[in-house]
């Protein structure tokens, strides 16, 4: 039996926002060794001060 309201769409979600391509690709690039932890942790920043400003 499957449940009715079951979706195919796979959300990723980041608080109330859908994850930015942008970081998806900025954590690929870190476990490739591309960029730093710190650069991840930049970007990771900027998303949560856009969160903030909408707020």
Do not use: C
């Not at 990723?12 to 690929?28: H, M, N, T």
Request: proline content about 2%; aromatic content about 6%.
């Amino acid at each position: 039996m499957t449940n009715a309201t079951a979706t195919k769409l796979h959300y990723d979600i980041v608080g109330s926002f859908l994850r930015p391509a942008e970081l998806k690709q900025s954590r690929a690039a870190l476990a490739a060794g591309k960029i730093t932890a710190e650069q991840l942790r930049t970007k990771i920043r900027l998303v949560v001060e856009t969160a903030k400003k909408i707020w």
